[in-house]
């Protein structure tokens, strides 16, 4: 299974490439934020890959770790990208329910939405394997 992850982050790390680049792209310096999701990324592929060729579940927590605060990160961007579109005013709940309904509405690039929804699979295959390893 956890190949199954390792995959699952590649490809996660693959849309964070592309938008990324997109955003580089189009001549605009990224902010702290998207640098911080983007370094935590890294890191917790690092990590995942660290686990996988050596088999210590610590690191797999560590990537668990990583990609936990790492999606914290990804959530403000989008976040305040809903709030963009649904009005400064909104609370938290609301402005994930803009961001969800624009996501299924395809008001967000498709890769916008893919990475978002993404996320929560690899999350929770990640701690998934984290607690099977560490039970087991």
Not at 17 to 22: C, G, H, V
Request: glycine share 8%; with cysteine.
């Amino acid at each position: 299974m956890s190949y199954v992850v390792l995959v699952a982050w590649l490809v996660q790390a693959a849309v964070g490439i592309l938008l990324l680049t997109s955003w580089i792209g189009h001549g605009r310096t990224p902010p702290r934020t998207v640098v911080t999701h983007v370094t935590l990324s890294v890191l917790g592929v690092a990590s995942w890959i660290t686990y996988v060729l050596s088999d210590m579940v610590l690191w797999a927590w560590a990537a668990f770790a990583l990609i936990a605060i790492g999606n914290a990160f990804g959530d403000m961007m989008l976040l305040r990208r809903a709030r963009a579109m649904g009005g400064s005013h909104l609370s938290t709940v609301n402005a994930y329910k803009v961001a969800l309904r624009s996501m299924f509405k395809g008001r967000l690039p498709l890769r916008v939405s893919f990475h978002a929804v993404f996320a929560g699979v690899v999350f929770f295959s990640t701690l998934g394997v984290c607690i099977a390893e560490t039970v087991g």
